[in-house]
């Protein structure tokens, strides 16, 4: 089947069987490798893009059911101050050690800011429980959030500060 | 290609073509360094005006306009050492960290050295070669200056990329001094001063992950974004037993699917970790290789262990914990006499299960096979031994086979297995072009090299203050002949041995046909949480608080063996006062736990605070942890990241992780039923680390292994029940 999907502002037209989940395509057809693949039944959120800036799994988001979304990839998430700013928080609190689940921890950030300027703790357990790091760089997933998000970036659950 | 320096593609080009001139430093194993005195190299500028650049030793090119490019030698898996080892090189050659850039090193061991990342080891083995690396590069730029000068190079001094003779107030910029520099012999390295460490200015100092800016913004870095020109996509189809093999399968139905290219039958060689019999599906994008699956029907000759189950392996230790020991380990005084004679006796079984490594990034490889001669890419924690797995699985020779390593998406030592590369290998072999093989998360889950479950029982006897006196464990562990299988094994060592005047360690081995592996601090990621809670059982019998009962048994300041009790005693005082122990009142359903371990050099101690709710959910609320790697934090944003992490990775296993066979098979294929820690379970993590005066050691591992009995010990502090199997059952907890 023959699809014109939106992606990172750029109209794309392209074959593909329409099962084909929108991650593959980002992958190998489009050679758009930020999005990552870790498990492929949306348990790990390696492969979180946006669409029409909603956190999506790529992994279970068949081509056809793209449609007109605007489709938003970690190559272009910094096109949005909220965006740029996850990802300069990420940096200033060195949050990486593997980095393979950083693409999708920060389009759940990022979506989650959008939407919510001032998360709680709580808000970020909620928002983020979908994106595992095997490496657990959880605290500074956390502080980043927080930093980007211009809130103090200690961790109101520690009760034993 | 992905590229992970920012420098121009031409000077990649030009520097690949002048290897054979360079100066070649390598370093022994065991750490020590020889430089070896071929002709040093200097490449002609380019007929543009970029500038030239000059090659002081293996590690270390400085450009004419005073960029530095370090050599990073190791495998990057997530544990920084892309950027620690650069750290080490630049402190001593004395540049600002802001002219460096950093190259990955191809996997050349003649040429670097033993390269490899496992064991918390590349800190110990490179604190002082890497340095003396740096060091003996600043000579080089030092002597040109002095010889430019014609002033004792004894009076020149450095700073920050350049050569300064005070006197004369005279100064050169190393890129000014570069060319020449190369051309001067390299220095007596053992000989060469280093710097007093209270001068350092990149060591000690946080520098974030090099890689991090292409990280955040999805460049390809990963094996699994490895492209290459012509590439085809394959899966690989393994029994699903361990070392079945494939008889046949419909493979020309397979090949009747959209956009397969060859599906065919592999028939395996070797063991475990040479390349398995399968079913190889070759294909234009890899999502269509891994649909096709869906239709495949392969008859499979499952071979010896189809009937082997975790069930039959626990009830199989259970009757091998009635006899003897088949093997004594250690022994010490008379265990027997001293249980008898014990005013309290102690009986306690414990077991762990086998766990998977599951890196978030799945196992693959890129090969290309041509001519005779195989290029790979590849996520590995360990190089040069799948270079020698795929040389005599395909009949080559090492020289014929290049491999690039790629950043990993997580190694934990699953990466330092290889079968993956060999896999890969042999597909594109069969097919005549690039192939890029990628694993779906169910092969990952199902064809591990897992850590081996194990079963411990216990005994232990106390005198009428309480004092151990008698200590005995059975371990019922895997393997043949007398052999462990790998990580399935116990030393002499392991605490108490030295530490009880009557003590037993004995091990019985169930054959099995497990793949089984080095996971992160292997072997002291399980004894650690069956010791450090038995030890706790001993504690609460004898009446006394478990962070002083350890004290108590660590006993006199001294090193025993390679074991120094002051430094373990430190780690643990310190962990009670950072933790508030003993000086919390614990709201109902929350206890405190400690726990301490010696692992790959490193001494940790860590207390945890749970807490149980309703149906037994566990709520860890809290990790403290303190460590004594010695003098020197060489990074310490990473430092305390790796930190965290491993006390998280450990808090993930306990909480919910088992790989369970029946029917010789894996019953989980995916994180809904092998599940990792989430966010909403990760507790805070509070780091301290206490400098001695000991050589620098690694921290990739051993923070791990005390957090699991902390764990444990705090769910009996806050409920009663002793955690003696893991993963943590609430269901007991309810």
Redesign the interface.
Same mark, same amino acid.
């Given at each position: 089947m023959q699809y014109t999907i939106q992606v990172n502002g750029k109209t794309q037209s392209l074959a593909a @069987?329409p !099962?084909?989940?929108l991650l593959?395509v980002l992958r190998?057809?489009l *050679? =758009?490798?930020?999005?990552? #693949? %870790?498990?492929?039944?949306s348990?790990?959120g390696?492969c979180t893009v946006h669409l029409n800036g909603v956190p999506t799994r790529s992994c279970v988001t068949p081509i056809s059911m793209v449609g007109s979304a605007a489709v938003t990839?970690? *190559?272009a998430? &910094?096109a949005t101050p909220t965006g740029r700013a996850v !990802?300069n928080a990420? =940096?200033a609190v060195?949050?990486? !050690?593997? %980095?393979?689940? !950083?693409?999708g921890q920060?389009m759940s950030a990022s979506a989650l800011l959008a939407k919510n300027p001032k998360p709680t703790d709580a808000d970020? @357990?909620?928002a983020?429980?979908?994106?595992?790091?095997?490496? &657990?760089?959880?605290?500074?997933?956390?502080a980043a959030i927080k930093q980007a998000a211009g809130l103090p970036t200690v @961790?109101s659950? @520690?009760? #034993?500060l | 290609m992905m590229r992970t320096s920012d420098n121009p593609e031409s000077r990649q080009a030009s520097l690949l073509s002048s290897r054979r001139a360079f100066l070649r430093a390598s370093l022994a194993v065991g750490g020590g360094l020889l430089l070896d005195l071929s002709i040093p190299g200097v490449m002609a500028a380019p007929p543009d005006s970029s500038p030239s650049w000059a090659t002081l030793n293996a590690f270390v090119e400085i450009s004419s306009d005073g960029i530095v490019t370090i050599t990073s030698k190791n495998p990057e898996i997530g544990q920084g050492i892309k950027t620690m080892l650069p750290m080490l090189i630049a402190e001593e050659l004395d540049v600002d960290w802001s002219s460096v850039r950093i190259e990955q090193a191809l996997s050349d061991p003649a040429r670097y050295g033993t390269q490899f990342a496992g064991g918390s080891r590349a800190t110990p083995l490179n604190w002082d070669p890497l340095r003396r690396v740096g060091a003996a590069a600043r000579q080089m730029l030092v002597s040109a200056a002095a010889q430019t000068w014609s002033v004792p190079a004894a009076e020149c001094e450095t700073k920050s990329g350049k050569v300064v003779h005070a006197r004369t107030r005279r100064s050169l910029s190393y890129g000014r001094l570069a060319s020449k520099a190369a051309s001067i012999p390299p220095p007596d390295l053992a000989s060469l001063p280093l710097k007093d460490p209270k001068d350092f200015k990149i060591i000690g100092k946080s520098h974030p992950g090099v890689d991090s800016p292409l990280v955040v913004t999805g460049k390809p870095l990963f094996g699994i974004d490895v492209t290459v020109p012509g590439m085809l996509y394959a899966v690989f189809v393994k029994s699903p037993v361990f070392g079945g093999s494939a008889v046949s399968a419909n493979l020309d139905a397979i090949k009747s699917q959209p956009g397969i290219r060859d599906a065919f039958i592999v028939s395996g060689v070797g063991p475990f970790n040479g390349l398995a019999s399968g079913v190889a599906i070759v294909a234009n994008n890899w999502w269509l290789a891994n649909k096709a699956r869906d239709l495949l029907e392969v008859v499979w000759d499952e071979g010896a262990t189809a009937a082997q189950s975790s069930e039959g392996f626990a009830q199989q230790a259970l009757q091998l914990s009635a006899q003897a020991p088949a093997t004594k380990v250690t022994s010490e005084g008379d265990v027997v006499q001293a249980l008898a004679s014990s005013a309290t006796q102690l009986e306690a079984a414990y077991s762990y299960p086998f766990l998977s490594h599951a890196t978030l990034e799945p196992q693959n490889c890129t090969a290309h096979f041509k001519n005779g001669k195989v290029e790979i890419w590849a996520p590995t924690q360990n190089p040069d031994a799948g270079r020698k797995i795929v040389a005599k699985t395909l009949g080559l020779t090492d020289a014929d086979i290049t491999i690039h390593m790629i950043r990993c998406g997580g190694g934990f030592g699953r990466r330092l297995m290889n079968d993956y590369m060999v896999e890969a290998a042999w597909i594109s072999k069969q097919m005549g072009a690039p192939v890029k093989l990628l694993w779906n998360r169910q092969d990952d889950v199902q064809h591990d090299f897992y850590r081996p479950a194990g079963f411990h029982f216990f005994k232990a006897g106390l005198d009428g203050a309480g004092k151990l006196q008698a200590f005995k464990d059975h371990f019922i562990s895997f393997g043949e002949g007398g052999k462990a299988a790998s990580s399935a094994d116990m030393g002499a060592n392991e605490f108490p041995a030295k530490f009880v005047a009557n003590l037993e360690l004995g091990m019985s081995l169930m054959p099995f046909g497990v793949p089984t592996g080095p996971l992160r601090a292997p072997g002291s990621n399980a004894l650690a949480f069956v010791f450090q809670s038995f030890i706790d059982e001993i504690a609460h019998a004898a009446g006394q608080d478990p962070l002083q009962y350890r004290i108590g048994l660590l006993g006199e300041r001294r090193v025993v063996g390679a074991f120094d009790t002051g430094r373990m005693i430190d780690v643990l005082t310190t962990a009670g006062e950072k933790s508030g122990w003993g000086k919390r009142t614990a709201a109902k359903g929350s206890g405190m736990g400690v726990a301490f371990y010696y692992s790959h050099l490193g001494y940790f101690a860590e207390v945890v605070h749970a807490t149980v709710g309703a149906r037994g959910r566990v709520t860890v609320d809290k990790v403290w942890v303190v460590g004594d790697v010695g003098s020197q934090i060489i990074n310490p944003t990473s430092a305390e990241n790796q930190v965290q992490g491993a006390a998280l990775d450990g808090i993930g296993e306990a909480l919910g992780q088992a790989i369970t066979l029946n029917n010789g098979r894996v019953l989980q294929s995916n994180f809904d039923d092998f599940p990792l820690l989430r966010m909403k379970q990760a507790p805070p993590v509070e780091v301290h680390f206490l400098k001695t005066d000991h050589p620098p050691t690694g921290l990739g591992e051993p923070a791990l292994p005390p957090v699991i009995p902390a764990l444990g010990n705090a769910i009996f502090a806050a409920t009663g029940v002793r955690i003696r199997s893991l993963p943590i059952d609430p269901k007991l907890l309810a």
């Open positions: @069987d !099962q084909m989940p593959w190998d057809v *050679e =758009l490798k930020g999005t990552k #693949f %870790g498990c492929g039944q348990f790990c390696a990839t970690i *190559e998430v &910094a !990802q990420w =940096l060195d949050v990486v !050690q593997c %980095g393979y689940c !950083q693409a920060i970020i @357990d909620q983020m429980s979908g994106n595992i790091c095997r490496c &657990a760089t959880y605290s500074r997933i956390r @961790d659950r @520690d009760k #034993f | -």
